[in-house]
């Protein structure tokens, strides 16, 4: 396979078609090597608009889903951000291309293992990971940016709570088959400013779903 005919093919074909216009977005998923993120046995899919199981009921965000996310939250190389949920590490990889730093977290211990190969091989060096279950605690500084890869419920107002003023957060929220893509703006201290993106599917994030509500 000609890997970068392909990663053309995918921005051009899948990115392009979701409204991701932003040159500095389509130069990165271009230019970072999603076949070494995907995956043994799944290379073939590496590509493919769709989503690719990486163990532990979670999977790879599609191409598009990933597009929409880097557009809206526009990182800049001077730029903190923290992902919650790091998986392969190929969005942590993105966000790395496109900003200062990024802290990533994830609950699933083989994960931030596996990632940290990916980001090596990759040449990517400014990658902190972190074993952590994000929805019981963040780590203890502010960023400029925070990108959640699973859904919630609700929203969790942690989340803004790590931005600095003017830091942006991406999450989807509620419950399938209707969920909200949303950017979250910090304004302020305590304030801040939703905008609903568009609507789609994400699997939640380890805890992130409410326990069933029991009727005695």
């Known amino acids: 396979m000609d ?7 995918m921005v051009d074909q899948q990115v392009r078609a979701w409204d991701v216009l932003h040159p500095d977005v389509l130069r990165v998923l271009k230019n970072v090597p999603r076949e070494q993120f995907v995956p043994t046995g799944y290379e073939a899919l590496a590509f493919a608009d769709a ?11 599609t191409p598009t889903l990933e597009g929409r996310l880097l557009q809206a939250l526009k990182p800049t190389s001077s730029d903190k951000v923290l992902e919650i949920g ?5 969005l942590a990889a ?3 291309r496109l900003s200062r730093s990024v802290t990533s977290v994830d609950i699933y211990d083989d994960f931030l293992d596996t ?5 090596e091989d990759s040449g990517i060096g400014n990658v902190t990971l972190l074993s952590m279950d994000a929805m019981q605690e963040l780590p203890d500084e502010k960023f400029d940016v925070v990108a959640v890869t699973g859904s919630t419920e609700d929203f969790d107002p942690r989340f803004v709570d790590a931005l600095n003023p003017g830091g942006r957060l991406f999450v ?4 399938a088959p209707a969920m ?3 950017l979250v703006t910090r304004t302020g201290g305590n304030d801040w400013q939703s905008e609903s993106l568009f609507e789609t599917v994400l ?14």
Do not use: W, Y
Request: overall charge positive; charged content about 15%.
């Open 203 to 216: 699997a939640p994030l380890v805890n992130g779903s409410k326990p069933p509500q029991f009727l005695f």
């Open 51 to 61: 989503e690719i199981p990486i163990g532990h009921g979670q999977s790879m965000m």
């Open 115 to 119: 990632a940290k190969v990916n980001l």
């Open 3 to 9: 890997t970068d005919f392909a990663r053309q093919q």
């Open 94 to 96: 993105c966000l790395a």
């Open 180 to 182: 909200d893509a949303r």
């Open 172 to 175: 989807v929220v509620g419950t």
């Open 86 to 90: 790091t998986g392969s590490g190929f």
